[in-house]
């Protein structure tokens, strides 16, 4: 027993290493006797950037897809229950079974994967590791769109993304929230454990002083379309992770089909990096379900992909604040 209850507890570890929505890690894990249940964190929410809590829900399956490759890797396989709470929130539980695993090749990358935010090498991935990005299976109601630099697609999505910055800059409660996740210094990334850490963001220490003169001059769309634009430049190609329904169970599919493609990227030596900027302005994804051709699906995440030098990984919380017995 306490050999199965230390393997379960080592497997939820990996869902720290997942991604999310401003590295807010919006998830709680409970370890029970045959698996796990897993809920949303509700506590910090982004209630401008990520108002109808998609990306938290997409942000809570690739946690629960870290799970599930470990449990794999373990020698488990896995079943998946949506519950629906009082609060209309999408809880899930994962039920092991010993004996019917199917270990991935993906689960190796789990610790390597990082959220790429700098300047790409302006190199071209190669067709046929495209049709392998491509052929990706992904979970039912999930598909993705990959556009290659400098089409059709690629050349609307990079008008959308400056569209977005100059709509989302220009609300004072967007820059405010936004500026509650950046940590600017090593007490603040110690103190917080999330967020986004001047590390990652490619700029150096920030003394108290200055953090507000450099912030007045930087939250400014002109400023973001002029950063994007250079690493929108150097992109390979753009990513786009659409749904049908737009529900959280979905969204949660899509998380879990969303770190599968992750994974396979950080495989094959291809950087990720978000830009979901049009995703998040309703009438920005409005326009990119008409002029993308995307079969009226909803946009959800966009990636650029390319090639680059590894940068800082991002801080993660502490095991003991976000999983427990129950």
């Known amino acids: ?51 109808s809590n998609r990306e938290l829900y997409i942000s809570l399956g690739c946690a629960i897809e870290n799970i599930c490759l ?11 229950t949506f519950i629906l709470n009082e609060n209309q929130q999408v809880n899930v539980r994962i039920d092991l079974s ?29 067709d046929k590791e495209i049709t392998k990005l491509t052929n990706l299976k992904l979970d039912e109601g999930v598909k993705h769109f990959i556009y290659k630099y400098n089409a059709t697609e690629f050349n609307l999505i990079r008008s959308f993304v400056r569209e977005a910055n100059e709509i989302q800059l220009a609300d004072d409660q967007y820059k405010d929230e936004l500026l509650s996740w950046i940590r600017f210094s090593n007490s603040q990334i110690n103190q917080f454990q999330n967020g986004l850490s001047y ?22 769309a002109s400023a973001q379309n002029k950063a994007d634009e250079k690493r929108m430049q150097t992109s390979s190609h753009f990513v786009l ?9 979905e969204w949660i599919k899509l998380g879990r089909s969303l770190q599968r493609f992750l994974l396979l990227t950080c495989k ?16 920005i994804a409005d326009k990119m379900k008409d002029c993308l051709q995307i079969e009226n699906r909803h946009p959800a995440i966009l990636l650029r992909i390319g ?19 129950k």
């Open 241 to 249: 992770f659409t749904c049908e329904k737009n529900t959280p169970e």
């Open 70 to 80: 470990a449990a794999n890797e373990k020698g488990y396989g896995e079943a998946l």
């Open 268 to 283: 094959m030596k291809i950087a990720s990096g978000f830009l979901n900027q049009p995703c998040e302005v309703e009438v």
């Open 1 to 51: 027993m306490e050999k199965h209850l230390s393997d379960l507890y080592t497997m939820s570890t990996y869902a720290i290493k997942a991604p999310s929505s401003h590295n807010t890690q919006p998830w709680i894990i409970f370890i029970k006797d045959n698996g796990f249940e897993i809920y949303p964190d509700f506590s910090n929410p982004l209630t401008i950037a990520d108002n």
């Open 307 to 325: 090639y680059a030098h590894p940068v800082a990984y991002s801080p993660r919380k502490q095991a003991s604040s976000i999983i427990f017995n």
């Open 98 to 126: 010993k004996g019917t695993a199917n270990p991935s090749a993906l689960f190796s990358q789990i610790n390597k994967r990082q959220t790429n935010r700098s300047v790409f090498f302006d190199r071209e991935i190669p």
């Open 199 to 220: 590390k990652t963001l490619g700029v150096s220490i920030i003394p108290p002083f200055l953090r507000k003169i450099i912030i007045k001059s930087q939250l400014k």
